[in-house]
């Protein structure tokens, strides 16, 4: 192994935690990195060599290559990737109520693709009653059928720590070298979370944000109504698509009440469960 | 096809439906084909023109003479309209007038309106009509479609537009024998000024636009005349698949207002859609249903069968009958032909408007 003065910044997820938005971000700014000498390898790339952490863990060593190829761009000292799949699915029905069960497992192999390199991981997470909702709705938007209480049913509510990612994470790089990002603070806007964002993978990456992102709309309580209604009615998944892109545009949360998909006691309930840990995790991004 | 009392060439032609008869598709390719009918003395208006006439839809009100006044502006202005369509035509008044709209017989949609009688206002819609224009030989052609298949429509049209509730609570007199084809023939026929009534059962129509609108056409006279290369290039239209319809009972009644229920109309069909040749794709009742119509009309449509279509089997208006395959492999073969045509066609076409001094 060669080792390379180029640093490595991998952000690994969680989902729902404005992902989307700084990936967007990243391949239309690609410009500005290069004159803070940093390159970005875009999230379909990262797809293509890591699925869901499978193609990763067949082959960890295209996604190694493809690190190397970029960190030996002349004038390149810091290399960043984004894919929020690399953790794996957050839920799995064999994955024993845990969240993100092969995250662990894919993150040691992620570790053996970054040999050689000054590593830095970052994660992004939100409090765990936010993430459960937003990823209920998300799984409706692709197609699901199921109630909130039945899809909760896969869930165990005791072991939605996000501590485990972050030990694994620090296996791999050192505990100094994780970063945590709060998704609370999108409460910013979205220019200010993005600046925010990106300090937190590198602070070289100063930029001053002006990003007008068409807005990633959720459903409203009426278009999950349709959405649950409609899905298991539907044939194909192109169709399920033109329906996912017809309800976000005619019913989401801009035009309609926003779907309260979690009873308010339970909400408390994961707050009062996951608080001190969500905020002693996220100092460490301060 | 054939039917009954075809004579003479007439002076008026009017093309009546019924709904889901092919309606749409007709009355494209007439208007593709209006500047060749010109030059064979034929003038063609169709429905979109009608509807700019006053109070067409309010028909009931005109056909009922609640309102002379309505009904004698709405007869100025269709003979006005008729004389402008004769006017385009080298034959001036001696023109043939063909007209094509389901309003003809006094409601388009198919539905309520036909609890008690299939086209209850037809008589007294024709008979406006025809004391508006005074023609001296009036031909009504009336394609028409199996009682199953009407209510399927209907039914599929309320779903559509917010009501998906089943069948059996839209329909109650779904199994009632209401929709007698031959009833509406005789009424028809009954109508002052009406010289003939031809009849075409929409089953058995000829597949392929061109070979359908050839066989409306020997119903109007040039049917051997005029270039339909255009006409076989036509796309038919598209339709609600019984998936539209199962999606769509799921999400009309979460709707509020009528544009949200347009509005989704017009996805569902281009999402949900399938050309409306596709007869087995638009199937939303089951073959129990379909049965139990169909064994409610078995009398009336033998009897109407029987006078206006001799000879046809029974299993075109008596039941399900499984389809040979060899018929069904035809049918295939024959769509897949008609689809290599129309994109002939339609290349034809692109190619033609590129030639210089074409813009």
């Known amino acids: 192994v060669v080792a390379s003065a180029c640093e490595i910044v991998v952000h690994v997820g969680t989902h729902k935690t404005g992902t989307t938005l700084l990936q967007r971000y990243l391949t239309k700014h690609a410009h500005e990195l290069a004159e803070r000498d940093a390159r970005y390898v875009e999230r379909e790339e990262m797809a293509q060599m890591v699925g869901w952490g499978n193609r990763l863990r067949a082959d960890p060593q295209a996604l190694r290559q493809r690190f190397d190829d970029v960190a030996a761009v002349p004038g390149t000292s810091l290399v960043v990737a984004s894919h929020e799949d690399l953790i794996g699915h957050p839920f799995r029905s064999d994955g024993d109520g845990l969240l993100y069960p092969s995250a662990a497992e894919n993150i040691a192999t992620l570790g053996q693709a970054l040999d050689g390199h000054p590593v830095r991981l970052v994660l992004s997470i939100r409090p765990q009653d936010g993430f459960l909702e937003s990823y209920y709705l998300q799984s409706v938007h692709e197609g699901g059928h199921k109630s909130f209480e039945r899809w909760l049913q896969q869930v165990d509510l005791d072991r939605l720590s996000y501590r485990p990612l972050v030990e694994a994470l620090a296996t791999v790089c050192g505990a100094e070298n994780v970063r945590i990002v709060d998704f609370g603070r999108i409460k910013q806007g979205a220019e200010g979370f993005l600046e925010y964002f990106l300090r937190t993978i590198d602070p070289r990456l100063d930029m001053s944000v002006e990003y007008h992102a068409s807005h990633n709309r959720s459903l409203s309580a009426k278009g999950l109504q349709m959405a649950l209604a409609a899905n298991a009615r539907i044939s194909t998944p192109e169709k399920r698509r033109a329906m996912r892109f017809y309800l976000q545009k005619h019913y989401s949360n801009a035009d309609y009440p926003r779907a309260e998909v979690m009873p308010a006691e339970l909400k408390q309930q994961l707050r009062k469960r996951y608080q001190d840990e969500y905020e002693q995790l996220t100092g460490l991004g301060e | ?359």
Not at chain 2, 99 to 114: K, V, Y
Not at chain 2, 122 to 130: M, Y
Not at chain 2, 202 to 230: I, K, Q
Not at chain 2, 253 to 266: F, K, L, S, V, Y
């Open chain 2, 1 to 359: 096809m054939s039917g009954r009392r075809q004579a003479a060439p007439a002076d008026l032609v009017l093309h009546v439906g019924l709904p889901f008869a092919g309606g749409d598709v007709l009355r494209r390719a007439l208007a593709l084909l209006r500047p060749q009918l010109r030059e064979h003395g034929i003038a063609y208006i169709d429905h979109a023109e009608l509807a700019g006439l006053p109070n067409l839809a309010g028909w009931r009100a005109v056909g009922d003479g609640h309102d002379p006044k309505l009904a004698a502006r709405f007869g100025q202005d269709l003979g006005a309209l008729v004389r402008g369509a004769r006017a385009q035509c080298a034959a001036g008044e001696r023109a043939t007038v063909v007209i094509s709209s389901e309003w003809l017989l006094g409601a388009a949609p198919l539905g309520i309106a036909d609890e008690s009688m299939l086209r209850p206002d037809a008589a007294a819609a024709l008979g406006q009509v025809l004391a508006a224009l005074e023609p001296r030989r009036a031909r009504i052609v009336l394609y028409t479609r199996r009682q199953d298949r009407l209510l399927e429509h209907a039914y599929i049209r309320r779903v559509m537009g917010g009501h998906p509730q089943p069948p059996r609570t839209q329909f109650p007199f779904r199994l009632r024998p209401v929709l007698d084809l031959g009833d509406l023939v005789r009424r028809i026929a009954a109508v002052p000024g009406v010289a003939d009534v031809v009849v075409k059962p929409f089953e058995l129509r000829p597949d392929g636009v061109a070979a359908f609108v050839t066989d409306f056409l020997h119903s109007v006279g040039p049917a051997g005349l005029l270039d339909l290369s255009e006409v076989s290039a036509l796309e038919p239209g598209r339709i609600y698949s019984a998936e539209a319809v199962r999606v769509s009972q799921a999400v009309v009644g979460h709707m509020d207002t009528h544009d949200e229920r347009i509005r989704w109309r017009a996805f569902a069909v281009k999402t949900f859609g399938v050309p409306n040749d596709d007869e087995e794709q638009t199937r939303v009742f089951s073959d129990s249903v379909r049965l139990s119509i169909l064994g409610a009309y078995r009398q009336l449509n033998r009897d109407f069968f029987g006078e206006y279509v001799p000879g046809v089997p029974r299993s075109t208006y008596d039941g399900v009958a499984p389809e040979p395959t060899a018929v069904r492999l035809g049918r295939s073969v024959r769509r897949a032909v008609g689809t290599a045509r129309r994109a002939v066609g339609t290349a034809r076409r692109r190619l033609l408007a590129l030639r210089p001094g074409r813009r």
